[in-house]
Structures are given as structure tokens and as C-alpha cells.
């Protein structure tokens, strides 16, 4: 029986269908499926044909409706039918008959090249074949910025890239002879290696630079752009090799040249193959999550590896798939466990938590979640206490109690400085003695000197809140977590097999040692995902100090799948000049613009009215826009920094007759009706995406909010840490945008937008 593959670039197109053609197209794609291959072919409706002067024997074209064509790769060997686009009827053949596929020789992934196009700029620079000596760039016409791949009815010949009718391409102008070419200093060789087949290599040795590399993309084969564009970018062959080749080999084997049906198997970052009907529903009308199906190379290479040897990390910017790459782990690794085995996947918030239980529900059957807790570090902890102490409680009020007891005590310090030497150094520490407290080193890199007697009375002061919390069986997280690392160390069976953490630039030291502890050390042990420049509470963590050993296991990710490159390039300046540190380390995060973003839109809008009031109606007006614009009410979400705020945001737009619920993140729920703009804090955003969203009040006063940050005089590095806090809690605000972003502040704006 024959199989349908769908490749998801004509995926945008089934927008463009009214709804008989969806339904026609849905007949049609069935048909793909419960016919035998020699009654598809003489089906009268289908009136499938191959073109007479195609580029691709293996191209087909069938009808849909009396203005829409489908384009389909037939199998020749095999049973896979590849869907390969949508078009109008009167563009489809031209677009179809350019368009050739291939086997790419070295990663073994299905591609598809313009190849009418690249014979022409061929003939036109025939020194190509002469190498890195070879000067006569051909430079494609039309539009430039196209973007890559582009589905749609425009023929994609790089002589017209997004204008259909092309004639002949232009003449090719002399080349300036100040331009080198592009990849002069990769060997034929390399490229070779890389993938990159003859025809291909011939013509990049034409190029000059990056921008006619990227006018050409929809031309190019798709694999074989990403490594020209990669090694266009600096990146050296050894990198570009080990990050877009090796990743996209197959794991056994090569695949043959004209094994298209593997090849299509083969290519899952943009080929899906449906295996029944709902699903090839779901799949063209978008209902299905791609997240759930495409992974860059990279993802899928770190999600599904067998091994890795020890604890690895995935960093990245926002939107760049850590969550997913977790989430895929976590597949993974229920998969195959042992008997008896449990994964642990864990996270810090509440909210947080209950969004990965349901993206995991979307990803794998129940009775492999039933082998996957997935709960807060602090729920773990509280789980083992429990059960060696039964009576014991989560404190969530322990700033004040230190702050209540400081005062009463009249310590000489300002009040919240017993919690922070608590927290930020004894329990970060792990100093359990007054002899470890004593020692010189015990406060490194803290600024306010103790002397010994200081630090006795401090330690006193600790020890006597400890003993009071303690004797009321209500625990304050750094100390339950503690104890639960202690309760773990001590068990001769550890409760998880892995154990995987997203979002973990939040996490305490102290939610370190439990999780450490809370799995044996060894292959696949801890696979870790987060990113510090979103790091919205002040902890600093040392992994090495931690136990936790990740050199020579830890990866980047580098593209931005949620965010328009516009808005990730301004958000990215929040952060400018600052220097941020990997997680768990102490190098320096890769700058902003390592990461490359997969959408493009328009540039974030930002406003300073002069007062509350105009901010306010402003924001309205923003939001009516929006909702005009077709975006949907719960696609839409405004945050602004306080509760107190938020409120009354919400209430303003409810009173200028839109429909605006406040959003709890921890229930994932909303106020009164679901068909309403989102309202919430900055921290409820977090985790989260959405069409457009506003950030309401990036005032000087609110942003960084100063009440209870750290004197400088008492501790600058404190003071910075929690600044830097509050600068990344609006940078990760601005990067759940998906499309629009809109900033608004009335008087002096925040210092730390970059305006
Ligand atoms: N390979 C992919 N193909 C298509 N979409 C993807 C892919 N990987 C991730 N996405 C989508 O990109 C968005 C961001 O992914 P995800 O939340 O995993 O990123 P993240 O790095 O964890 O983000 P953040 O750190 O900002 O919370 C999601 O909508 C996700 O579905």
C-alpha cells in the first residue's frame, strides 16, 4: 500500500485553500494512502502527470480543484508518496519542472534544488568548475530577502526569486576585485565532506558574499544552504561538520542515491510521514504540534542519543527548543529504561511544571508517563523529607522571619542582611559548621567583611531561626532541600534512573545537591536545560562545585524558532554590555546574535507617554489594533512588573470594552471567560509564547523595582546579581513574543531598555 509523506514547507499554503479545496486536497491526499499505486496513477479525478520537460522524472503533478494544483514526488523505488507543494494551476508546472531532488551524498537526507536555475547561472559563470579561482559571480535578480525555501506560487527561480514569469537571469556585472570569494578557503575537499555535491560547489565558488548566498537560498539544496550558510557565518569545517552534518547522518549506513523512499524517512526536520487519515488532517490543517514531529538536527542528536557519559547541558537563547529537547529526552530515556526505572523531570516553578506535564502528555502514551514523575525540585524534596518525617512543611515567609528576628535582635546590619548570608552563602555553600562559616574563604567574593567575631554572632543568629523554624516542622526550602539531599545520600536505592531539568538557570544550589543526590552518577545521569540571560532569580551556581561534572558535554543551540529575528535583536539589547555567564560556569554566555531566527516581522513598537493614564489608553488602543488585525484575544497577552499593576491594566481594559482576564500561570488558567486578552505579572510570562505582547509600565521606577535590593554598601555583588535579575525578567517578558512586541512606559523610561 502506498505511503504519504508530507513535506511541511507547503504546509502555509493550505491557508491559502478555502474550504471545498481543503476538503478536495483531504480526498485527495486520502487517496494517496487506500489505493494501490497502479489505480492512483489512472485514478480519472486525480489526473496525475509527469511533465514533459522536468528537471526530475520522478515529479508529478495532480489536480485538486479547477485553480489548484498539487505537487508530489512518485515513488520509484519504495511506496512513499512525498507531497511536495500546493500551488495555483498556473504556476505549478513552471515551479515543478524547475525543481529537482536529491539524494544528499554525505548526510543522506531527501533535498530539493531549483535546477533550471543553477544550470543557468552554470552557463553563465563556466569558470565555476575552475575552482577557487573562478571570478564571475551570477547574481540573481529579484527580490532580495526572500526567504529561504518560501512556499508559494512564485517561481523560485533565483532569476526571479518572488516574481513569477522570470525570463532569463541578467547578465552577470563584472566582479569588484576587491571581493574574495566566499569560500576561498574551503578545500574542494572539505566541501566534499560537508556534503556539498558538484553542482553545488561549483556554484558557491561564484559567490562573494553572504548576502547573494542568502538571495539564492530558495534555490539551493536545503541541507547543503545550511552548511554554505554556516560556514558563510566563520564557523570553522570541523564545527560545521559536527553541528549541521554529522547530526543529519544517518545512524546506520549511508543511504543510495536513488533510495528516495529511506531518503524520506531520513529527512525529519522537514518530512513528515502520516500513517493515517486523521493525521494527514492534522497535519495540513496545522492542528499538529511540529514541535511533536520536527527537530533541527542538533535537537533530535541531543534528545536521542544513546549515551552521554555524565551530566550534559543544553544552553541557548530564547525560543531555541530547549524545552522541546528536554521534552524528547525525556521520551527517550522512558523508552528505554530499565526495570524498576523512573525519570524525574523537574523544573522550578509550579507553572512551569504543569506546562511540561501536558506537553509531555502530547508526546508520549500513558503508560510511558506513568514511568515519568514530573514535579517541582522543591515537591521532590518535600516528598523525601516526608517520608522520614511525615509532619514536616514547605516555609514559604522566610525573608521575613529572618528579617523579624534581625530586628528584634537589633543586629548591627540592615534586616535583610541575616536572610542573604543564609541563603547566599551558608546554604549556597553548603557550610554546615561554624568552622566552615570561619573559614577565610567561606564568603568569597562577598563584599561586606566579617570578622570571626561578626561571623559567630551571625552563625548564632542563623542557628537559633533554624532551630525556632525546626521545632515547628515548617521548613524553609534551602534547609528541607538540605535534609533531603542528606536523607538521599544515605538510601542504598536512589528514587530516579535520570533525571532532566528545564528552565534550570533558576535553580539554588541547595535544589542542585537534592537533585544530585537524588540519582546515581553515571551515564545519562542528569540532562540539564536552561539559559542565563533568562535567569529571573539571583542564584549563582557553580556545577563543578556541585558535583555535577559537565566538561566536554555541553551544547548550544543556535536557532530561534518563536521569535522574529526583530524582536530577538532588540530584546538582545537589554542585555547588551552585560556580562553573563554560562550556567553552572564561570565562561562567558556566547554574545547575542550567535542565534539565528527561523521568522521575520516587523520591528517591536515602543512608546513613552507622558503619563499613566495615556500609557494606559495607549495600550488599549494597541491591543484593539491587534485584535482588528485578526489576532486572537488568548493570543494576546499584556504583563506588566506587580500584581498591583496587573490588576489594574485589566480592569482598564475591561472598562474600554475588551476582553482582558487576569492569567494565573500556576493553574495555567484565566479569570472569567478563555476568549480574553491575557493579563499577568513579568515572572507569570515566563515559560510561556504568544502571538503579541505588550509590556505595560517599563517605567524608571518600576524597573529595576528597588525595595528590597541589596545595599551596595553592604554587598555590591549582591546588588548586581539582583539588578541583573530584574533586567533579564524583562528581556525574558520581550522574548515570549512570537510576532508582535510592544513596550510602552510613562515618564522616565527603564535604564534598561536599549532605546
Ligand atoms: N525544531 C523545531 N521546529 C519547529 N518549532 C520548534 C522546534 N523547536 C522548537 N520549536 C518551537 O519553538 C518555540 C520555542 O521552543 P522552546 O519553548 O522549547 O524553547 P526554549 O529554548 O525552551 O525557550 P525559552 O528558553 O525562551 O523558554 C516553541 O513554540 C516550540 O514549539
Known amino acids: 500500500m502506498p505511503q504519504l509523506a508530507i513535506d511541511a514547507t507547503c504546509l502555509p499554503q493550505y491557508d491559502k485553500l478555502d474550504k471545498p479545496t481543503r476538503e478536495r486536497l483531504l480526498a485527495a491526499t486520502r487517496k494517496f494512502r487506500e489505493l494501490s499505486l497502479d489505480a492512483l496513477l ?6 496525475i502527470r509527469s511533465l514533459p ?3 526530475d522524472p520522478r515529479i508529478r503533478t495532480f489536480r485538486i480543484s479547477d485553480s489548484w494544483t498539487g505537487v508530489m514526488l512518485a515513488p520509484e523505488s519504495g511506496e512513499t508518496f512525498l507531497l511536495v507543494h500546493l500551488l495555483p494551476r498556473d504556476t505549478a508546472e513552471d515551479w515543478a519542472t524547475d525543481q529537482r531532488h536529491d539524494v544528499n551524498p554525505v548526510m543522506g537526507t531527501l533535498e530539493r534544488r531549483d535546477a533550471t536555475a543553477l544550470g543557468q547561472a552554470a552557463e553563465r559563470a563556466p569558470a565555476h568548475a575552475a575552482g577557487p579561482a573562478a571570478r564571475a559571480a551570477p547574481v540573481p535578480t529579484g527580490s532580495p530577502g526572500a526567504p529561504a525555501r518560501a512556499p508559494g506560487p512564485a517561481r523560485t527561480a533565483p532569476a526571479a526569486p518572488s516574481g513569477a514569469g522570470a525570463t532569463a537571469p541578467a547578465a552577470a556585472p563584472p566582479a569588484a576585485p576587491a571581493a574574495p570569494p566566499l569560500f576561498d578557503h574551503v578545500s574542494d575537499h572539505d566541501l566534499q565532506r560537508l556534503g556539498i555535491d558538484p553542482e553545488i560547489r561549483d556554484f558557491c565558488r561564484t559567490l562573494t558574499t553572504a548576502r547573494e548566498l542568502h538571495d539564492w537560498a530558495p534555490a539551493l539544496p536545503q541541507d547543503q544552504f545550511e552548511v554554505l550558510r554556516a560556514l558563510a557565518d566563520g564557523h570553522s569545517v570541523q564545527r560545521v561538520r559536527d553541528e549541521v552534518v554529522v547530526p543529519r547522518r544517518p545512524v546506520v549506513g549511508a543511504v543510495a542515491a536513488d533510495d528516495y523512499d529511506t531518503a524520506i524517512r531520513h529527512t525529519r526536520e522537514r518530512v513528515i510521514v502520516v500513517n493515517d487519515n486523521q493525521e494527514i488532517e492534522d497535519v495540513l490543517a496545522g492542528e499538529f504540534n511540529a514541535w511533536r514531529v520536527f527537530l533541527h538536527p542538533k535537537q533530535r542528536d541531543l534528545a536521542y542519543r544513546p549515551r552521554f557519559n555524565g551530566p550534559a547541558k543544553v544552553s541557548g537563547g530564547p525560543g531555541t527548543g530547549k524545552t522541546v529537547v528536554a521534552l524528547h529526552r525525556v521520551k527517550y530515556l522512558a523508552e528505554h529504561l530499565p526495570l524498576g526505572g523512573r525519570v524525574l523531570l523537574t523544573s522550578f516553578t509550579n507553572a512551569l511544571v504543569e506546562s511540561l506535564k501536558r506537553n509531555l502528555a502530547l508526546l508520549i502514551p500513558p503508560e510511558l508517563v506513568e514511568d515519568v514523575d514530573v514535579v517541582t525540585t522543591d515537591k521532590l524534596a518535600l516528598d523525601v523529607v516526608k517520608e522520614v518525617h511525615p509532619d514536616i512543611r514547605l516555609r514559604t ?9 534581625a530586628r528584634q535582635h537589633r543586629l548591627p546590619w540592615p534586616v535583610d542582611f541575616l536572610f542573604s548570608e543564609y541563603r547566599h552563602v551558608i546554604t549556597a555553600r553548603g557550610i554546615t559548621t561554624l568552622e566552615g562559616y570561619l573559614d577565610p574563604d567561606a564568603r568569597a567574593g562577598r563584599t561586606t567583611p566579617l570578622n570571626a567575631d561578626q561571623r559567630r554572632r551571625v552563625w548564632h543568629a542563623v542557628s537559633s531561626v533554624r532551630a525556632m523554624m525546626r521545632t515547628s516542622r515548617k521548613l524553609p526550602a534551602e ?28 535553580l539554588h544550589p541547595a535544589q542542585w545537591r537534592t537533585l544530585r543526590a537524588a540519582v546515581p552518577p553515571g551515564p545519562n545521569d542528569l540532562f540539564i536545560a536552561g539559559d542565563n540571560r533568562q535567569r529571573i532569580y539571583d542564584n549563582t551556581v557553580s556545577f563543578k562545585q556541585l558535583g555535577i561534572e559537565i566538561v566536554g558535554r555541553s551544547y548550544p543551540l543556535r536557532v ?16 547588551r554590555g ?10 562567558a ?5 550567535s542565534t539565528r531566527c527561523v521568522l521575520s516581522g516587523p520591528p517591536p ?48 481594559l475591561r472598562a474600554r470594552a475588551l476582553p482582558a482576564a487576569i492569567f494565573n500561570p500556576r493553574e495555567h488558567s484565566v479569570t472569567d471567560t478563555a476568549h480574553a486578552v491575557r493579563v499577568t505579572t513579568m515572572h507569570g510570562v515566563k515559560g510561556l509564547e504568544f502571538r503579541a505582547i505588550a509590556v505595560f509600565a517599563a517605567t524608571a521606577d518600576a524597573l529595576p523595582q528597588t525595595d528590597h535590593l541589596t545595599d551596595p554598601a553592604l554587598d555590591e555583588n549582591q546588588r548586581r546579581a539582583e539588578l541583573d535579575a530584574q533586567r533579564s525578567l524583562l528581556y525574558v517578558a520581550c522574548t515570549r513574543a512570537r510576532e508582535r512586541l510592544y513596550v510602552s512606559w510613562h515618564g522616565a523610561p527603564s535604564p534598561f531598555l536599549p532605546l
Not at 479 to 506: G, K, M, W
Not at 560 to 575: K, V
Not at 589 to 593: L, N, Q, T
Not at 617 to 638: K, M, N, S, Y
Open 479 to 506: 534547609d528541607l532541600h538540605a535534609e533531603a539531599a542528606r536523607i538521599l545520600s544515605e538510601r542504598a536505592e536512589l528514587p530516579y534512573t535520570n533525571v532532566v531539568v528545564d528552565e534550570a538557570q533558576d
Open 53 to 55: 520537460k522536468g528537471q
Open 605 to 652: 513598537e515602543l512608546y513613552g507617554a507622558p503619563d499613566e493614564p495615556t500609557e494606559l489608553d495607549a495600550l488599549a488602543e494597541r491591543v484593539r489594533g491587534w485584535l482588528a488585525e485578526g489576532i486572537e484575544p488568548a493570543d494576546i497577552c499584556v504583563t506588566a512588573r506587580t500584581n498591583k499593576l496587573r490588576d489594574s491594566v485589566a480592569a482598564h
Open 589 to 593: 554566555i556566547e554574545p547575542g546574535g
Open 397 to 405: 515567609d522566610t525573608r521575613g522571619v529572618f528579617a523579624n528576628y
Open 560 to 575: 530561534n524558532y518563536r521569535t522574529t529575528e526583530q524582536i530577538l535583536t532588540w530584546a538582545d539589547g537589554i542585555l
Open 578 to 587: 552585560q556580562p553573563v555567564l554560562e550556567l553552572g560556569d564561570s565562561a
Open 42 to 47: 489512472a485514478h480519472p479525478d486525480l489526473r
